[in-house]
Protein backbone atom coordinates (compact mmCIF):
# COMPACT_ATOMS: atom_id res chain seq x y z
CA UNK A 1 0.00 0.00 0.00
CA UNK A 2 1.44 3.46 -1.28
CA UNK A 3 1.24 6.34 0.88
CA UNK A 4 -0.17 9.83 -1.23
CA UNK A 5 -0.40 12.46 -0.64
CA UNK A 6 -2.69 15.08 -3.22
CA UNK A 7 -1.57 18.62 -3.98
CA UNK A 8 -2.85 21.53 -5.68
CA UNK A 9 -4.68 24.94 -5.64
CA UNK A 10 -7.67 24.32 -6.87
CA UNK A 11 -11.24 22.36 -6.55
CA UNK A 12 -9.46 18.96 -8.68
CA UNK A 13 -7.50 17.71 -4.72
CA UNK A 14 -10.55 16.25 -3.31
CA UNK A 15 -12.06 15.17 -6.62
CA UNK A 16 -8.45 12.97 -7.66
CA UNK A 17 -7.89 11.71 -3.95
CA UNK A 18 -11.81 10.35 -4.55
CA UNK A 19 -10.65 9.01 -7.95
CA UNK A 20 -7.18 6.97 -6.38
CA UNK A 21 -7.40 3.28 -6.23
CA UNK A 22 -7.85 2.52 -2.57
CA UNK A 23 -6.29 -1.46 -2.91
CA UNK A 24 -2.98 0.28 -3.92
CA UNK A 25 -2.82 4.01 -2.51
CA UNK A 26 -3.79 5.47 0.79
CA UNK A 27 -4.38 9.36 0.68
CA UNK A 28 -2.37 10.62 3.73
CA UNK A 29 -2.90 14.06 3.11
CA UNK A 30 -4.01 17.11 0.92
CA UNK A 31 -1.57 19.94 0.53
CA UNK A 32 -3.60 23.49 -0.62
CA UNK A 33 -2.07 26.76 -1.95
CA UNK A 34 -5.13 28.73 0.10
CA UNK A 35 -4.88 28.81 3.65
CA UNK A 36 -8.57 28.64 4.19
CA UNK A 37 -8.83 25.07 3.63
CA UNK A 38 -6.31 24.33 6.10
CA UNK A 39 -7.27 22.48 8.96
CA UNK A 40 -3.96 21.01 10.71
CA UNK A 41 -3.08 24.23 13.15
CA UNK A 42 -4.21 25.25 16.14
CA UNK A 43 -5.59 28.51 16.92
CA UNK A 44 -2.20 29.67 18.68
CA UNK A 45 -0.99 28.40 14.87
CA UNK A 46 1.21 25.58 16.50
CA UNK A 47 0.74 22.27 14.42
CA UNK A 48 -1.79 19.82 15.53
CA UNK A 49 -0.90 16.27 17.36
CA UNK A 50 -3.83 14.62 16.18
CA UNK A 51 -6.07 14.82 13.04
CA UNK A 52 -9.88 14.05 13.10
CA UNK A 53 -10.41 14.38 9.46
CA UNK A 54 -7.90 14.01 6.50
CA UNK A 55 -5.06 16.44 6.93
CA UNK A 56 -4.96 19.78 4.62
CA UNK A 57 -2.11 21.68 4.82
CA UNK A 58 0.23 23.72 2.95
CA UNK A 59 2.27 22.44 0.25
CA UNK A 60 5.79 22.21 2.25
CA UNK A 61 4.40 20.34 4.53
CA UNK A 62 2.86 17.37 2.80
CA UNK A 63 6.53 16.42 2.33
CA UNK A 64 6.68 15.75 6.05
CA UNK A 65 4.51 13.22 5.76
CA UNK A 66 7.32 10.62 3.95
CA UNK A 67 4.58 9.77 1.22
CA UNK A 68 5.36 7.42 -1.62
CA UNK A 69 3.95 9.01 -4.65
CA UNK A 70 3.04 13.03 -4.50
CA UNK A 71 -0.45 13.62 -7.42
CA UNK A 72 -0.35 17.55 -8.32
CA UNK A 73 -3.92 17.70 -9.01
CA UNK A 74 -3.77 20.58 -11.28
CA UNK A 75 -4.43 20.60 -14.99
CA UNK A 76 -2.76 23.72 -15.61
CA UNK A 77 0.42 23.21 -16.57
CA UNK A 78 2.65 26.20 -15.02
CA UNK A 79 0.96 25.87 -12.05
CA UNK A 80 1.52 22.30 -11.84
CA UNK A 81 4.62 22.82 -12.72
CA UNK A 82 5.24 25.96 -9.81
CA UNK A 83 3.58 23.15 -7.26
CA UNK A 84 6.40 20.10 -8.73
CA UNK A 85 9.38 23.01 -7.93
CA UNK A 86 7.75 23.74 -4.52
CA UNK A 87 7.53 19.71 -2.76
CA UNK A 88 10.98 19.36 -4.57
CA UNK A 89 12.45 22.39 -2.61
CA UNK A 90 10.95 20.74 0.33
CA UNK A 91 12.64 17.84 -0.40
CA UNK A 92 10.78 15.81 -1.69
CA UNK A 93 12.36 12.69 -4.08
CA UNK A 94 9.79 10.50 -4.50
CA UNK A 95 7.16 9.40 -7.23
CA UNK A 96 5.20 12.78 -8.83
CA UNK A 97 1.73 11.48 -10.63
CA UNK A 98 0.86 14.82 -12.76
CA UNK A 99 -3.59 14.74 -13.41
CA UNK A 100 -2.80 16.66 -16.26
CA UNK A 101 -1.01 13.99 -18.15
CA UNK A 102 -3.67 11.28 -17.14
CA UNK A 103 -6.89 13.66 -17.94
CA UNK A 104 -4.98 13.62 -21.91
CA UNK A 105 -5.14 10.16 -21.69
CA UNK A 106 -8.31 8.86 -20.10
CA UNK A 107 -11.76 11.24 -20.49
CA UNK A 108 -14.26 9.65 -18.69
CA UNK A 109 -16.85 12.60 -19.88
CA UNK A 110 -16.19 11.39 -23.60
CA UNK A 111 -16.24 8.32 -23.13
CA UNK A 112 -19.55 7.76 -21.34
CA UNK A 113 -21.01 10.53 -23.74
CA UNK A 114 -19.76 8.09 -26.89
CA UNK A 115 -21.47 5.27 -25.25
CA UNK A 116 -24.95 7.12 -23.82
CA UNK A 117 -25.27 8.01 -27.83
CA UNK A 118 -23.77 4.62 -29.04
CA UNK A 119 -26.64 3.00 -27.42
CA UNK A 120 -29.52 5.95 -28.10
CA UNK A 121 -29.10 5.19 -31.99
CA UNK A 122 -29.08 1.20 -31.52
CA UNK A 123 -32.14 1.15 -29.87
CA UNK A 124 -33.87 4.20 -31.91
CA UNK A 125 -34.75 6.30 -29.16
CA UNK A 126 -36.37 9.01 -31.06
CA UNK A 127 -35.79 12.99 -30.50
CA UNK A 128 -33.40 15.52 -30.84
CA UNK A 129 -30.32 16.34 -29.47
CA UNK A 130 -29.35 19.64 -27.42
CA UNK A 131 -26.52 21.29 -25.52
CA UNK A 132 -26.79 23.88 -23.24
CA UNK A 133 -23.18 25.60 -22.34
CA UNK A 134 -21.36 24.93 -25.77
CA UNK A 135 -18.83 27.71 -25.33
CA UNK A 136 -16.48 26.65 -28.78
CA UNK A 137 -17.81 23.08 -29.37
CA UNK A 138 -15.76 21.25 -27.40
CA UNK A 139 -18.49 18.89 -27.30
CA UNK A 140 -20.67 19.76 -29.97
CA UNK A 141 -18.61 18.67 -32.91
CA UNK A 142 -18.87 15.27 -30.68
CA UNK A 143 -22.71 15.32 -30.00
CA UNK A 144 -23.01 15.95 -33.63
CA UNK A 145 -20.66 13.23 -35.21
CA UNK A 146 -21.87 10.74 -32.59
CA UNK A 147 -25.74 11.76 -33.85
CA UNK A 148 -25.19 13.09 -37.24
CA UNK A 149 -29.03 12.41 -38.54
CA UNK A 150 -30.17 14.07 -35.84
CA UNK A 151 -31.35 18.23 -35.05
CA UNK A 152 -28.72 19.29 -33.29
CA UNK A 153 -29.75 22.46 -30.98
CA UNK A 154 -26.95 24.49 -29.76
CA UNK A 155 -27.85 26.58 -26.87
CA UNK A 156 -25.41 29.68 -25.72
CA UNK A 157 -25.42 33.40 -24.51
CA UNK A 158 -22.13 33.94 -26.82
CA UNK A 159 -21.59 36.81 -24.16
CA UNK A 160 -20.50 34.70 -20.97
CA UNK A 161 -22.73 34.46 -18.16
CA UNK A 162 -25.72 36.51 -18.39
CA UNK A 163 -26.52 39.15 -15.74
CA UNK A 164 -29.47 37.54 -14.45
CA UNK A 165 -28.10 34.26 -13.74
CA UNK A 166 -25.02 36.15 -11.82
CA UNK A 167 -27.17 37.59 -10.05
CA UNK A 168 -29.02 34.26 -9.01
CA UNK A 169 -25.70 32.75 -7.99
CA UNK A 170 -24.86 35.71 -6.10
CA UNK A 171 -27.35 34.43 -3.25
CA UNK A 172 -25.11 30.88 -3.48
CA UNK A 173 -22.16 30.64 -1.02
CA UNK A 174 -19.23 29.28 -2.74
CA UNK A 175 -19.64 29.92 -6.20
CA UNK A 176 -16.81 31.80 -8.33
CA UNK A 177 -18.93 32.74 -11.21
CA UNK A 178 -17.91 36.45 -12.08
CA UNK A 179 -18.97 38.22 -15.28
CA UNK A 180 -17.08 37.79 -18.34
CA UNK A 181 -16.03 33.83 -17.62
CA UNK A 182 -16.73 32.32 -20.92
CA UNK A 183 -17.73 35.68 -23.40
CA UNK A 184 -15.10 35.08 -25.93
CA UNK A 185 -16.80 32.70 -27.81
CA UNK A 186 -18.69 33.15 -31.31
CA UNK A 187 -21.64 31.90 -32.35
CA UNK A 188 -20.87 31.79 -36.34
CA UNK A 189 -17.42 29.73 -35.68
CA UNK A 190 -19.39 26.63 -33.97
CA UNK A 191 -20.92 25.77 -37.35
CA UNK A 192 -17.67 25.62 -38.38
CA UNK A 193 -16.13 22.88 -36.18
CA UNK A 194 -19.33 20.97 -36.98
CA UNK A 195 -19.21 17.74 -39.16
CA UNK A 196 -22.96 17.62 -40.24
CA UNK A 197 -23.66 21.53 -39.52
CA UNK A 198 -26.71 21.30 -41.98
CA UNK A 199 -28.21 19.49 -39.22
CA UNK A 200 -27.47 22.22 -36.32
CA UNK A 201 -29.44 24.73 -35.52
CA UNK A 202 -27.70 27.76 -33.09
CA UNK A 203 -29.76 29.41 -30.28
CA UNK A 204 -27.90 32.75 -29.33
CA UNK A 205 -29.32 34.27 -26.09
CA UNK A 206 -30.65 33.68 -22.84
CA UNK A 207 -32.12 30.30 -22.28
CA UNK A 208 -34.74 29.99 -21.57
CA UNK A 209 -35.45 32.45 -23.51
CA UNK A 210 -34.32 30.80 -26.69
CA UNK A 211 -36.33 27.87 -26.21
CA UNK A 212 -39.49 29.67 -26.39
CA UNK A 213 -40.47 28.14 -30.08
CA UNK A 214 -39.71 24.61 -29.22
CA UNK A 215 -42.66 23.73 -26.75
CA UNK A 216 -43.31 20.97 -28.80
CA UNK A 217 -39.84 19.15 -29.45
CA UNK A 218 -38.67 15.79 -28.45
CA UNK A 219 -35.59 14.58 -27.21
CA UNK A 220 -33.13 11.76 -27.27
CA UNK A 221 -30.07 13.38 -25.67
CA UNK A 222 -29.07 17.03 -23.98
CA UNK A 223 -26.00 17.98 -22.27
CA UNK A 224 -26.09 20.16 -20.11
CA UNK A 225 -22.90 22.37 -19.17
CA UNK A 226 -24.09 25.87 -18.04
CA UNK A 227 -22.14 25.81 -14.83
CA UNK A 228 -24.64 28.15 -13.07
CA UNK A 229 -27.88 27.91 -10.71
CA UNK A 230 -30.48 29.37 -12.50
CA UNK A 231 -30.19 27.74 -16.54
CA UNK A 232 -29.45 24.33 -14.92
CA UNK A 233 -32.70 24.67 -12.98
CA UNK A 234 -34.29 25.80 -15.86
CA UNK A 235 -33.05 23.48 -18.64
CA UNK A 236 -33.95 20.34 -16.32
CA UNK A 237 -37.76 22.18 -16.12
CA UNK A 238 -37.66 22.35 -19.82
CA UNK A 239 -35.93 19.46 -21.08
CA UNK A 240 -36.50 16.93 -18.90
CA UNK A 241 -40.19 16.55 -19.34
CA UNK A 242 -39.48 16.63 -23.04
CA UNK A 243 -37.06 13.91 -23.05
CA UNK A 244 -37.96 10.57 -24.93
CA UNK A 245 -38.90 7.15 -23.36
CA UNK A 246 -34.74 5.95 -22.03
CA UNK A 247 -34.03 9.01 -23.52
CA UNK A 248 -30.31 10.77 -21.39
CA UNK A 249 -29.18 14.02 -20.09
CA UNK A 250 -25.63 14.46 -19.59
CA UNK A 251 -25.30 16.58 -16.84
CA UNK A 252 -21.73 18.70 -16.41
CA UNK A 253 -20.33 19.57 -13.19
CA UNK A 254 -22.24 18.60 -10.37
CA UNK A 255 -18.96 17.98 -7.88
CA UNK A 256 -17.42 20.83 -8.97
CA UNK A 257 -17.11 23.05 -6.11
CA UNK A 258 -16.56 26.20 -7.85
CA UNK A 259 -19.91 26.40 -9.50
CA UNK A 260 -22.16 24.61 -6.45
CA UNK A 261 -25.27 25.83 -8.36
CA UNK A 262 -25.16 22.67 -10.67
CA UNK A 263 -26.02 20.80 -7.23
CA UNK A 264 -27.83 22.92 -6.02
CA UNK A 265 -30.23 23.45 -8.71
CA UNK A 266 -30.52 19.51 -9.27
CA UNK A 267 -31.42 19.36 -5.50
CA UNK A 268 -33.86 22.35 -6.00
CA UNK A 269 -35.48 19.78 -9.16
CA UNK A 270 -36.04 16.67 -7.21
CA UNK A 271 -37.56 18.26 -3.58
CA UNK A 272 -39.75 19.88 -6.44
CA UNK A 273 -40.42 16.86 -8.94
CA UNK A 274 -38.75 13.29 -7.23
CA UNK A 275 -35.91 11.92 -7.63
CA UNK A 276 -34.00 11.33 -10.74
CA UNK A 277 -32.68 8.05 -11.90
CA UNK A 278 -28.94 9.54 -12.08
CA UNK A 279 -25.93 7.31 -12.67
CA UNK A 280 -22.25 9.50 -11.81
CA UNK A 281 -19.48 8.23 -14.09
CA UNK A 282 -16.80 9.34 -11.46
CA UNK A 283 -14.58 12.18 -13.37
CA UNK A 284 -13.02 14.92 -11.83
CA UNK A 285 -15.79 17.41 -12.34
CA UNK A 286 -18.96 15.65 -11.17
CA UNK A 287 -20.31 14.47 -14.55
CA UNK A 288 -23.69 12.36 -14.33
CA UNK A 289 -26.07 10.55 -16.39
CA UNK A 290 -29.87 11.35 -15.97
CA UNK A 291 -31.96 8.64 -17.63
CA UNK A 292 -36.00 9.50 -18.18
CA UNK A 293 -37.72 6.30 -17.62
Known amino acids: MKKVVVIGCSSLIVSAAELLNPLEMKVVGLGDTRPEAWNVFKENGDLKDEFDEIPIMPVDLTVGFEPDVIVIAVLEESAADSLRYAVIRAGYTGDIIFMSELA ?64 EEAKIEGSSARPGRFADAKAEELPLR ?38 TLSALKFFFPRMSRGGVIVLFGLADPNYPGVSKAVEDFEDQYGALLMFPIGDLTGTALIVHP
Open 104 to 167: ERFCVRGAALRHAAQRLERLGVPGAVAELGCYRGDTSWQLNALMPGRKLYLFDTFSGFDARDLA
Open 194 to 231: LPAPENAIVKKGWFPETALDMEDETFALVCLDASLYAP
